[in-house]
């Protein structure tokens, strides 16, 4: 699967591009002692060459820094992609007939696992009643979370599992669990994965992200997602095992230095991640000021300004980032005034050096996406949400109408602003999918919104190092560490929304280096190989 090489060798990769801005014209590297020892030109190659261990001839690949997954579910991920995924499911009939089929597959396995469906879609605009999945999962616990993850249909069999569930705010009788019943049997579902399951679908994840070029992932987890033991044990499989670094966010409040001390001993970077304000907007629990267009409500909210600050103020003066999954505009202003009010107590320059960050941070305003520059947050963004359910016929806007689901994923806006940018996936809410993931913000269904390829590729490069206090790397240059892919592409161009800026910027003089085109239709780049820290965790085979 991956071929370990000694990351102490030196190597030199040669006759290809290599995207550096140490050198916009670089079709050389050296890497020694796992970081990037020298960028150049051919010519200068040849005097490196006869002091390395080994010379890697890139047959004009291009050679990128690995990319950063800023917000991934690890374990859920590896489970997906061996379990039941019905994202391609086109009806209700055919996630059924779906279901039927990986019962009859999986005939010894305790509970069935799933995932992905999203009736949104379906000409049948309605989710599984609880008696169709008992009759399709034959009488077996089942557990399908909504493809946001913020709901979940299940079948009777693994209602019996969880004692006390109908007594759980967000439990109904025959709709989608949400709340504390969702968390309790998705709990009781997952509490079924054996060890050993987990641990395999651990480092399928790892391998699937590491043959996609991607080199760190942030793990997004907590109490309300997976538990301690699964947290601790993706952690340790990380030192000991090759593949994609992991930085793992542990998203439980924090009230106090102990609790602190706590998210330190579970070998968490921060209390971040997905410490809930709110829910999602395709199961209506996005917290929003004003009510869903198609339901007479504003959604849910977890968190005040008060617990916010709290949070914020704890984790700031521990020395922790602190972080909240925040999507509806009435969500993302309570962590606003939450921050600022921290921000007032501790002063505003400790907040800032802390970078806190907001994962998703959807539905912004001008003020709120002023607020995220002036406290230093970062905005740890899925731009993969908007080609799913974004546009006008999408389900934002079915959710919203027309009008709001216009205003979100403001990526242009957010940058002009000078809000740092960490990309991600949200996986397995939507794929691992690292150029495709940039291709969506180039090409955001709102044009206004829409960035140009070089700022997504950064954001989702150095912008998750940044994220997480690192701004010595996500970039090609000596000294840096040597995480790095190898691509095999077409043409180089610098490609932005904007015609003239594509224009200038593609005259050599301009000096900046050529990325992929990604216009959609054109084929994305295939990885070849993927290093981190010196050492190879991924070649394609036969390459």
């Given at each position: 699967m991956?071929?370990?090489t000694?990351?102490?060798?030196?190597?030199?990769l040669?006759?290809?591009?290599?995207?550096?801005?140490?050198d916009?014209?670089?079709t050389?590297?050296?890497?020694?002692?796992g970081?990037?020892?020298?960028?150049g030109?051919?010519g200068a190659a040849?005097?490196?060459?006869?002091?390395v261990?080994?010379?890697?001839d890139?047959?004009?690949?291009l050679?990128t820094?690995a990319?950063t997954?800023?917000h991934?579910?690890?374990?859920?991920?590896?489970?997906?992609?061996?379990?039941l995924?019905?994202?391609?499911?086109?009806?209700?009939?055919?996630?059924?007939?779906?279901?039927?089929a990986?019962?009859?597959?999986?005939?010894?396995?305790?509970?069935?696992?799933g995932?992905?469906w999203?009736?949104?879609?379906w000409?049948?605009?309605r989710?599984?009643?609880?008696?169709?999945?008992?009759?399709a999962?034959g009488?077996r616990?089942?557990?399908?979370p909504?493809?946001?993850?913020?709901s979940?249909?299940v079948?009777?069999?693994?209602?019996?599992l969880?004692?006390?569930?109908t007594?759980?705010?967000?439990?109904?009788?025959?709709?989608?669990?949400?709340g504390?019943?969702?968390?309790?049997?998705?709990a009781?579902?997952?509490?079924?994965?054996?060890?050993?399951?987990?641990?395999?679908a651990?480092?399928?994840?790892?391998?699937?992200a590491a043959?996609?070029?991607?080199?760190?992932?942030?793990?997004?987890?907590?109490?309300?997602?997976?538990?301690?033991?699964?947290?601790?044990?993706?952690?340790?499989?990380?030192?000991?095992?090759?593949?994609?670094?992991?930085?793992?966010?542990?998203?439980?409040?924090?009230?106090?230095?102990?609790?602190?001390?706590?998210i330190?001993?579970?070998?968490?970077?921060?209390?971040?991640?997905?410490?809930?304000?709110d829910?999602?907007?395709?199961?209506?629990?996005a917290?929003?000021r004003d009510p869903?267009?198609?339901?007479?409500?504003?959604?849910?909210?977890?968190?005040?300004?008060?617990?916010v600050?709290?949070?914020?103020?704890v984790?700031?003066e521990?020395?922790?980032?602190a972080?909240f999954h925040a999507?509806?505009d009435?969500?993302?202003g309570?962590?606003v005034?939450?921050?600022?009010?921290?921000?007032e107590?501790?002063?505003?320059?400790?907040?800032?050096?802390a970078?806190?960050?907001?994962?998703?941070a959807?539905?912004?305003?001008?003020?709120?996406?002023?607020?995220?520059?002036?406290?230093?947050?970062?905005?740890?963004?899925?731009?993969a949400f908007?080609?799913?359910?974004?546009g006008?016929?999408?389900?934002?806007?079915?959710?919203?109408g027309?009008?709001?689901?216009?205003?979100l994923?403001?990526?242009?806006?957010?940058?002009?602003?000078?809000v740092?940018?960490?990309?991600?996936?949200?996986?397995?809410?939507?794929?691992?999918?690292?150029?495709?993931?940039?291709?969506?913000?180039?090409?955001?269904q709102?044009p206004?919104h829409?960035?140009?390829?070089r700022?997504?590729?950064t954001a989702?490069?150095?912008?998750?190092?940044?994220?997480v206090?690192?701004d010595?790397?996500?970039?090609?240059?000596p000294g840096?560490?040597?995480d790095?892919a190898?691509w095999?592409?077409?043409e180089?161009?610098?490609q932005?929304p904007?015609d003239?800026?594509?224009?200038?910027?593609?005259?050599?003089?301009?000096?900046?280096?050529?990325?992929?085109?990604?216009?959609?239709g054109?084929?994305?780049?295939?990885?070849?190989?993927?290093?981190?820290a010196?050492?190879?965790?991924?070649?394609?085979?036969n390459?």
């Amino acid at each position: 699967m991956t071929k370990r090489t000694d990351p102490h060798r030196t190597l030199l990769l040669r006759g290809g591009e290599v995207h550096s801005p140490a050198d916009p014209f670089a079709t050389a590297m050296v890497v020694e002692r796992g970081h990037v020892a020298w960028v150049g030109s051919e010519g200068a190659a040849d005097a490196f060459a006869p002091g390395v261990d080994e010379v890697i001839d890139l047959e004009g690949a291009l050679v990128t820094p690995a990319f950063t997954d800023a917000h991934v579910h690890t374990t859920a991920t590896g489970l997906a992609l061996s379990g039941l995924d019905l994202s391609s499911a086109r009806t209700l009939t055919e996630a059924l007939a779906l279901v039927r089929a990986h019962r009859t597959a999986h005939p010894d396995s305790r509970v069935l696992l799933g995932h992905g469906w999203d009736s949104a879609r379906w000409p049948e605009q309605r989710p599984p009643s609880r008696a169709e999945l008992d009759e399709a999962a034959g009488g077996r616990p089942l557990y399908l979370p909504r493809v946001d993850v913020h709901s979940a249909v299940v079948t009777t069999a693994l209602l019996d599992l969880v004692p006390g569930v109908t007594d759980l705010v967000g439990y109904h009788p025959d709709a989608p669990l949400t709340g504390a019943a969702h968390h309790a049997v998705r709990a009781a579902a997952h509490g079924a994965v054996s060890a050993r399951q987990r641990t395999e679908a651990q480092r399928a994840a790892r391998h699937r992200a590491a043959s996609l070029g991607i080199g760190t992932l942030h793990e997004c987890a907590g109490p309300d997602i997976s538990d301690e033991e699964d947290f601790v044990a993706l952690l340790r499989l990380a030192d000991e095992e090759p593949g994609p670094r992991i930085h793992g966010y542990w998203a439980e409040p924090v009230t106090d230095e102990k609790g602190a001390r706590r998210i330190r001993e579970l070998g968490a970077a921060g209390a971040a991640g997905d410490l809930f304000v709110d829910g999602s907007l395709g199961s209506h629990t996005a917290a929003l000021r004003d009510p869903y267009d198609d339901a007479p409500h504003t959604g849910t909210a977890h968190l005040d300004a008060a617990a916010v600050a709290a949070h914020v103020t704890v984790c700031t003066e521990a020395g922790l980032q602190a972080g909240f999954h925040a999507i509806g505009d009435a969500a993302v202003g309570t962590v606003v005034d939450g921050v600022r009010a921290a921000a007032e107590r501790l002063g505003l320059a400790r907040v800032r050096a802390a970078r806190h960050r907001v994962e998703h941070a959807e539905m912004l305003t001008p003020e709120t996406i002023a607020a995220f520059a002036e406290l230093g947050l970062t905005a740890s963004v899925q731009p993969a949400f908007d080609e799913a359910w974004g546009g006008d016929g999408g389900m934002y806007a079915r959710r919203l109408g027309v009008g709001r689901a216009r205003t979100l994923n403001p990526y242009a806006a957010l940058l002009r602003a000078g809000v740092p940018l960490a990309f991600g996936s949200d996986s397995p809410v939507t794929p691992l999918d690292p150029w495709g993931t940039v291709r969506a913000a180039a090409f955001h269904q709102t044009p206004e919104h829409r960035i140009s390829v070089r700022a997504g590729f950064t954001a989702h490069t150095r912008g998750g190092w940044r994220a997480v206090g690192r701004d010595d790397a996500g970039t090609l240059v000596p000294g840096a560490p040597a995480d790095y892919a190898v691509w095999r592409t077409e043409e180089l161009v610098v490609q932005a929304p904007d015609d003239r800026v594509a224009r200038w910027s593609t005259d050599p003089r301009s000096g900046t280096p050529g990325l992929p085109d990604l216009t959609p239709g054109r084929p994305l780049p295939v990885c070849l190989r993927t290093v981190v820290a010196g050492q190879t965790v991924f070649v394609r085979p036969n390459e």
